[in-house]
């Protein structure tokens, strides 16, 4: 049964899970959750997702939701399909660097991007008054960490920096005075983009149309921002999430 | 080498971190980062941690922060010792998944709120700034509707990810007993199941042992 993603279609959260999907090359069906029309608070959604929010998937019976653990789930149900090594998980280390640009995403940048999007491009649409100073104080909070996120972008191409480490078999020597145990040359492939920099997008991108050019303001943020932008996973979802069957 | 652990006595960030070290019976040198100094933002310590925060960890080099992540980090490394399953293993992918699930859920739908009230009511009054009354009404409403979730979820299973202790529960617990610093435990108290999972929490040692302040292990 092919995967359902039940959300809304311009929902950030939905739009990080559709994201994911295309990416690992999951087909899936989207199914509409009209938000103002209260469907995500009826009885029956609140058994798939007790907090009524958007999204939830149902991978034929297993539902699942928060937008993250969807995205990591897809990442490592289909490890082998689509863009490897999103969630990096052969090795303790590497796994450890994701999970500190992943902290880093939620703690970091959504807590001050999101609710300055929030402000001043959600809460108007639901008939709510923005507030230009909270706006501006968020904004420069989030200047703050991007700045530090400069720094850490000079030195690396994207958040979790080094996360795979390729082990290369020697060739067997029949020869050799060594034991026959394979000695492993390991040895680094290419900095990977990970689930913590795709994170970002969907509450990046609405920054510009919240009021804020921060994203463009820090030349190594830049150039990693708009690398993510330029993904074709991201232009398949930024007018809104559609079934890919 | 021993891990070292760079962190304040009471930072909530530093707590959750020994917590996890103390589960998993790993040893650890505790060298304290005076806050008031703002030791934190000196150049030796953003060399390690770029945000000018605690904890941050090193291990033998190894040198990480972002408390969930070294909680990660300890619980995966040291799979093999001290308390099973902390985080579930990658080969039952579904478990995992509603593991990633809860650990999402811990920080969206509880530490954004409560932290909040800690920040307002404790961290602010202690620098002498005034309360924001209107964040903090802002931020109860918020738990309560969140924490009605929890006693749902929680009346059916004895854990935030199913039927095992996992670190999403753990991580729960330093901005939770802040809630009750600032006077509104009842937020946990009012709710039976709640109250129950809250509490068994507390009465783990690994909680015990440092709810007044981190010393070194080793």
Redesign the interface.
């Known amino acids: 049964m092919v995967l359902k993603l039940y959300g809304w279609p311009k929902s950030t959260c939905t739009q990080r899970v559709g994201m994911a999907l295309i990416e690992k090359g999951v087909p899936f069906e989207f199914v509409m959750v009209d938000l103002f029309k209260g469907e995500s608070k009826t009885p029956e959604y609140l058994q798939k997702q007790?907090?009524g929010q958007v999204p939830y998937i149902d991978d034929d019976g297993?539902t699942?939701?928060?937008?993250?653990?969807?995205a990591?789930?897809i990442a490592?149900?289909y490890a082998a399909k689509g863009t490897p090594n999103l969630l990096p998980?052969a090795d303790?280390?590497a796994?450890?660097?994701f999970?500190?640009a992943?902290?880093?995403e939620?703690?970091?940048f959504d807590?001050f991007a999101g609710r300055a999007v929030f402000e001043m491009v959600f809460k108007p649409m639901m008939g709510g008054k923005s507030d230009e100073a909270v706006f501006q104080d968020l904004i420069t909070s989030l200047s703050a960490?991007l700045d530090?996120y400069d720094?850490?972008l000079a030195k690396q191409k994207y958040m979790a920096g080094n996360v795979s480490l390729l082990p290369l078999p020697l060739p067997s020597h029949p020869s050799s005075s060594y034991s026959t145990r394979n000695k492993r040359k390991l040895t680094k492939r290419p900095q990977e983009i990970t689930l913590a920099d795709l994170f970002h997008l969907p509450y990046g991108v609405l920054l510009s149309t919240a009021g804020s050019d921060i994203m463009q303001a820090k030349p190594n943020v830049k150039r990693w921002f708009d690398d993510l932008q330029s993904r074709p996973s991201w232009q398949a979802v930024k007018d809104g999430v559609k079934s890919t069957v | 080498m021993v891990l070292k652990l760079y962190a304040a006595p009471q930072s909530t960030a530093s707590l959750r971190v020994a917590q996890v070290l103390h589960e998993k019976n790993v040893p650890f040198e505790f060298i304290p980062i005076d806050l008031r100094a703002k030791e934190q933002k000196q150049a030796q310590h953003t060399e390690k941690n770029?945000?000018g925060q605690v904890p941050y960890i090193d291990d033998d080099g190894?040198v990480?922060?972002?408390?969930?992540?070294?909680g990660?980090?300890i619980a995966?490394?040291y799979a093999g010792q001290g308390t099973a399953g902390l985080i579930p293993d990658?080969s039952d992918?579904?478990a995992?998944?509603?593991f990633?699930?809860a650990?999402?859920?811990e920080?969206?739908?509880f530490e954004?709120h409560a932290a909040k009230i800690a920040y307002e009511k404790l961290f602010k009054v202690r620098l002498g700034f005034p309360t924001n009354e209107e964040v903090v009404k802002g931020a109860i409403d918020q738990l309560n509707v969140?924490l009605d979730?929890y006693e749902?979820?929680l009346g059916k299973q004895a854990y935030l990810a199913g039927s095992e202790l996992t670190l999403a529960d753990l991580y729960h617990i330093p901005f939770g007993t802040r809630l009750y610093r600032a006077g509104l435990g009842d937020l946990i108290d009012s709710r039976p199941n709640v109250a129950k999972w809250f509490n068994s929490l507390l009465a783990r040692p690994s909680w015990v042992t440092i709810k007044d302040g981190i010393t070194s292990t080793a």
């Open positions: 007790p907090f297993f699942l939701y928060e937008s993250r653990a969807i990591r789930y490592e149900k998980i303790v280390r796994r450890a660097r999970e500190q992943a902290s880093v939620v703690a970091d807590a960490k530090v720094k850490i | 770029p945000f190894f990480l922060y972002e408390s969930r992540a070294i990660r980090y995966l490394k990658q992918i579904k995992l998944a509603l990633e699930q650990a999402s859920s920080f969206a739908n954004v969140k979730v749902g979820i």
